[in-house]
């Protein structure tokens, strides 16, 4: 059950996003937090959050924006921890061949992990992947809403071409989704730029692109508060 990722999903975001180019829209936190603050609004983030975790389809590319950065100004917001769940997960995605009881397992892990990981498609992808092996279509397709505007979400932050248009990024494994999505692979080499960027180096392409800009500022910011 190698490579699952769902990569038509992400070359129809990526299609669509570059499409739009230069109307980006990267995270102002400040507004952003004193959006999600309001308790009376549609914008206060529990609100939203529980829309999240309930595959509420109807949340909006606006929506989406403030639940996806609003989530580095939670308490709970922690980028470099791990799971022990994750290993488990890993574990059964290493295999070859994938059992029905494997698929069970999957969605148990898949599940536990993203109410914790609410936007780490490395954990939804799996999950979307064992439900359509298990007839659960409609949650798929819920969840494959969500994946989609996360995708979405980034490649409106930016094009990741140079340091004023990075993808503005919360997890460091949203650096390596982007380059799938996009259809580069990663050329082995990644730096830290002026403190606040992350230069990935991408394999050879037809379009001339050595490297693609993330802006993680906020992750490091994460760690700055651990101190």
Do not use: C, W
Request: hydrophobic residues 40%; glycine residues 8%.
């Amino acid at each position: 059950m190698k490579k699952i990722l769902s990569f038509l999903l992400l070359f129809a975001f990526a299609g669509s996003a570059m499409a739009q180019q230069n109307n980006f829209t990267p995270p102002r936190y400040k507004k952003i937090r004193k959006a999600i603050e309001k308790k009376e609004s549609g914008s206060y983030y529990p609100f939203l959050m529980q829309r999240l975790q309930s595959n509420d389809t109807t949340l909006t590319v606006e929506d989406y924006h403030l639940l996806y950065y609003g989530y580095a100004l939670q308490t709970g917001y922690a980028p470099y921890a791990t799971h022990p769940l994750a290993d488990s997960l890993m574990s059964i995605l290493r295999k070859e061949e994938v059992t029905g009881q494997d698929y069970e397992a999957i969605i148990r892990h898949g599940s536990a992990l993203l109410l914790g990981n609410p936007f780490e498609i490395r954990f939804l992808d799996p999950l979307i992947y064992a439900h359509r092996m298990k007839g659960n279509q409609e949650m798929a397709a819920r969840l494959e809403f969500r994946f989609g505007r996360i995708i979405e979400t980034i490649f409106g932050s930016g094009d990741g071409l140079s340091r004023e248009t990075a993808f503005h990024v919360t997890s460091v494994s949203h650096e390596y989704d982007m380059l799938r999505a996009l259809g580069f692979g990663f050329g082995g080499q990644q730096q830290l730029i002026d403190g606040k960027y992350d230069y990935l180096k991408v394999s050879k392409n037809d379009y001339g692109i050595e490297g693609m800009y993330f802006d993680v500022s906020v992750l490091l910011r994460s760690l700055s508060n651990l101190r």
